[in-house]
């Protein structure tokens, strides 16, 4: 296996992004493809809510890493405030991106979490240079 930058900075991604909560690493390929879609979504719970925000945000992982397409989906919990989750995920492209918002874990996540988060979420997509 010819090991180049993209292949190191996905090695070295999967090391970085090992799951806080998990402990697991979830790069399914060597490859970042260069059509990928890599973002950061953050979500902020209110502090009264931080172990129910947690379970939803929980009830995605495992079966988000089955999804055709996902490389990566980690989800952290912030050390200094255990109110602030975020999400670091690689998809193989947009279709593989835009499907997962069709699942049916994502589509009951707004009720899982209606009146328990604040705002200051957000997402930021992200490109690997080169």
Same mark, same amino acid.
């Given at each position: 296996? @010819?090991? +180049?930058?993209? %292949?190191?900075?996905?090695?070295? %991604?999967? !090391?970085? /992004?090992?799951?806080?909560?998990?402990? $697991? =690493?979830?790069?399914? /390929?060597?490859?970042?493809? @260069?059509?990928?879609?890599? !973002? %950061?979504a953050m979500? &902020?719970?209110?502090?009264?809510?931080?172990e129910?925000?947690k379970d939803?945000l929980?009830?995605l992982?495992?079966? %988000?890493?089955k999804e055709? /397409?996902?490389?990566?989906y +980690?989800?952290?919990? =912030? &050390?200094?405030?255990?109110?602030?989750?975020?999400?670091?995920?690689?998809?193989? +492209? *947009?279709?593989a991106?835009?499907?997962? /918002?069709?699942?049916?874990?994502? @589509?009951?996540?707004?009720? *899982? !979490? *209606?009146?328990k988060?604040? &705002?200051?979420?957000?997402?930021?997509?992200? $490109?690997?240079? $080169?």
């Amino acid at each position: 296996m @010819k090991i +180049n930058r993209r %292949t190191l900075l996905t090695s070295g %991604t999967a !090391l970085a /992004g090992l799951s806080v909560l998990h402990g $697991e =690493s979830t790069v399914q /390929g060597a490859e970042v493809p @260069k059509d990928a879609v890599i !973002l %950061t979504a953050m979500v &902020k719970a209110k502090p009264d809510q931080v172990e129910a925000v947690k379970d939803a945000l929980m009830s995605l992982v495992e079966p %988000t890493r089955k999804e055709p /397409g996902c490389l990566c989906y +980690n989800l952290h919990q =912030s &050390k200094a405030d255990p109110t602030q989750f975020m999400f670091y995920e690689q998809w193989a +492209n *947009k279709d593989a991106f835009d499907a997962h /918002g069709q699942t049916p874990h994502m @589509k009951v996540l707004s009720e *899982k !979490l *209606k009146g328990k988060t604040d &705002k200051g979420g957000g997402v930021v997509f992200y $490109e690997l240079l $080169e």
